[in-house]
C-alpha cells in the first residue's frame, strides 16, 4: 500500500469512528437537562405543595446539597393554581433543597390577590432524600415554617448537613405547631375555605392557622404591596435560631418593607407573641371560614407562642 493510500484509509476510519461517537452520545441523552446529562432512565419525580396562600405560577427548583451548601440543580416546575407542583429530578442521593420564586397568592387575611416579592423566595430542605429510576417523593412542603428551617440550618456550623436540617425542620415545628409537628410533610389547611378545619388533624389546623396569623401579622403592620415580606423578616429572624428581632444581635430593618411605610426594626416578639394575638385576630375576622369559631379552639396554640417569647425566643 503507497503511503498516500495508507493515509486515505485512517482518514476514513477516523470519520468512521467520529461518527460513532456522536450516535452514542444522542442515545445516552449527552448535555440535556437540569440533570447534568442523566439519562432519563435515570430520573425520578418529586412532587408537593407550595402554601403562603396556594402560590400559583411559581417556579419551584431542587437542589442537591454538597458538604452544607447548594449545589447543583436537579430539576424544576411550575406551581398550579393550587400551589401542587411536580418535577422530574436527576439520579440523587442526600440533603436536598428545594427554593420557589415568584408566583402570586390570595393573602390569607385580606382576600387580596398579592405576587411573592422578588426578594421573598421561600424554601424547604429535606435531611434525605433517594431518588432513582422512575421513583417517587411526594407530599413535600414549601411554606414560611419551612423557610425559617432551611435558614437556621444553613447558617448552623457546618451548614445544611442532614442532622443540622432535622434538628431545625423539628424545632421550628415543635416551636409553631406543637411537639412532634412535621413541617416538612403535612399539609396545612387554608382557612379561608369553607370547613376546611372541620376533621383536619391538629398538626393541619395548627399550620394553617399559623401560616393564617402571619399574613395577618403582615396586615396589621402595614404591609399593603405583598404579605411576603413577613415571611423574609421571619426567617431572617430564625437565622440564629432565637426569635427576637434580631440577626446576632442586630435589629433586623423592615423599613419599606411589602409597601410599609416607615416601619423601623422588627419587634422583638414579632415571631413570636405578636403572632398569637394577630391569630386572634383572625379567628375572629371575615376571612376565617375554616370552622374554627373561638380563640378557646387555638389556645394552646397561642399560649406557645407567648411562652417562646419569654423564653428570648430561643427555638
Not at 26 to 46: L, M, P, Q
Not at 123 to 138: E, F, G, K, R, Y
Amino acid at each position: 500500500m503507497t503511503t498516500t493510500n495508507a493515509r486515505y484509509v485512517r482518514l476514513l476510519m477516523g470519520l468512521a469512528l467520529g461518527a460513532l461517537s456522536a450516535t452514542a452520545l444522542v442515545a445516552c441523552g449527552g448535555g440535556g437537562g437540569d440533570g447534568g446529562g442523566s439519562t432519563s432512565a435515570k430520573n425520578g419525580t418529586i412532587s408537593g405543595t407550595a402554601t403562603k396562600g396556594p402560590l400559583s405560577g411559581a417556579t419551584v427548583r431542587a437542589f442537591a446539597i454538597n458538604n452544607g451548601i447548594k449545589g447543583s440543580q436537579l430539576g424544576s416546575a411550575q406551581t398550579d393554581a393550587g400551589g401542587n407542583f411536580a418535577m422530574t429530578v436527576a439520579a440523587y442521593s442526600g440533603p436536598m433543597m428545594l427554593q420557589l420564586h415568584g408566583g402570586s397568592y390570595m393573602d390569607e387575611a385580606t382576600g387580596t390577590r398579592m405576587n411573592l416579592l422578588d426578594a421573598d423566595d421561600m424554601t424547604c430542605v429535606v435531611p434525605s432524600v433517594s431518588i432513582t429510576a422512575d421513583s417517587t417523593v411526594t407530599g413535600i412542603q414549601v411554606t414560611p415554617l419551612t423557610s425559617m428551617a432551611q435558614d437556621w440550618a444553613e447558617h448552623m456550623a457546618g451548614g445544611m448537613t442532614a442532622t443540622n436540617i432535622s434538628t431545625a425542620n423539628m424545632r421550628i415545628g415543635a416551636a409553631y405547631m406543637g411537639s412532634g409537628m412535621d413541617i416538612v410533610m403535612t399539609h396545612p389547611i387554608d382557612p379561608t375555605v369553607v370547613g376546611s378545619a372541620n376533621g383536619a388533624s391538629i398538626d393541619a389546623k395548627n399550620y394553617g392557622m399559623m401560616l393564617a396569623a402571619i399574613s395577618q401579622e403582615a396586615h396589621q403592620l402595614g404591609m399593603t404591596s405583598s404579605s411576603s415580606a413577613m415571611v423574609t423578616a421571619m426567617h431572617n429572624d430564625a437565622e440564629d435560631g432565637a426569635m427576637d428581632g434580631t440577626m446576632s444581635g442586630t435589629p433586623i430593618n423592615m423599613s419599606g418593607m411589602g409597601g410599609m411605610m416607615g416601619g423601623g426594626n422588627m419587634m422583638p416578639a414579632a415571631g413570636s407573641g405578636e403572632l398569637a394575638t394577630a391569630m386572634a385576630m383572625f379567628i375572629n375576622g371575615p376571612m376565617n371560614r375554616s370552622g374554627v369559631t373561638s380563640v378557646a379552639e387555638m389556645q394552646a396554640l397561642m399560649d406557645q407562642l407567648h411562652q417562646l417569647h419569654n423564653s428570648g425566643g430561643h427555638l
